[in-house]
């Protein structure tokens, strides 16, 4: 079966500096993971997902993910946090071929100004 | 495109009472999911329908049902509500079952 773990329930960064959002995955096959974040009061919006082409991810507002085999890892990073990055991110993993997500508990990100 | 849109926004129940959330897909989307997220269980699957057909289903109990129509629209029901109903319901739609794109969310308050 597979699963994720954050491994942070909270971040804090100041703005300007590098966020290092990691996430663990358990799959006995090549696993879909994706990241999402959720603003307060908002539904989830997708920032990136791997389906097995190249390691090295790029997704939406400058954040970006590298899928690690060896250390079964999908972590996400950013060069430098916005105060507009302050939100909940989910580490999640696609169920085989079922259509079903399988979702970490969440990591908040507070950015500092 | 419009994005995925579901309604009503906010609901307030009381417990005892059934409730019906709808959820619009993105245009062309044909596969639509349902997820439930509370503080102590997160977010949690509940089913997904394409083509009106039920695919697949969690792990709740059968108070909560689900259905799609021709067009993809689809709606879930809660029956006899209890208060630990209370949470965001989230709606997702994919084209090809691989990328979710989620609502805005139902707030559902049972009192």
């Known amino acids: 079966a597979q699963s994720v773990t954050q491994l942070d329930s909270h971040v804090s960064v100041s703005e300007g500096t590098p966020v290092l959002l990691r996430c663990n995955y358990s799959?006995?096959?090549?696993?879909?993971l994706f990241w999402y974040v959720q603003h307060p009061n908002k539904g989830l919006q997708l920032l990136l997902k791997?389906?097995?082409?190249?390691?090295l991810v790029k997704g939406i507002n400058g954040f970006e993910a590298e899928f690690k085999k060896s250390e079964t890892s999908f972590h996400l990073t950013k060069p430098s946090a916005h105060m507009s990055d302050a939100a909940e991110y989910f580490c999640?993993?696609?169920?085989?071929?079922?259509?079903?997500?399988?979702f970490g508990q969440g990591t908040t990100l507070q950015v500092k100004p | 495109k419009a994005g995925v849109t579901q309604t009503p926004r906010y609901l307030i129940k009381t417990r005892g009472q059934q409730v019906t959330l709808s959820c619009s897909p993105i245009?062309?989307?044909?596969?639509v999911s349902w997820y439930q997220q509370t503080p102590g269980q997160g977010l949690q699957f509940l089913f997904e329908?394409?083509?009106?057909?039920?695919?697949n289903k969690g792990n709740f109990p059968g108070r909560f049902s689900g259905r799609q129509f021709s067009n993809s629209r689809s709606e879930m029901n809660v029956s006899t509500l209890e208060l630990g109903d209370s949470a965001l319901y989230l709606c997702?739609?994919?084209?090809?079952?691989?990328?979710?794109?989620f609502g805005p969310g139902t707030r559902l308050t049972v009192l």
């Open positions: 997702a739609s994919s084209e090809t079952r691989n990328t979710q794109y």
């Open positions: 799959s006995s096959y090549s696993p879909s």
């Open positions: 791997y389906t097995s082409a190249a390691t």
């Open positions: 999640v993993v696609l169920s085989g071929n079922t259509g079903k997500l399988i």
């Open positions: 245009s062309g989307h044909r596969s």
């Open positions: 329908y394409f083509s009106e057909t039920q695919r």
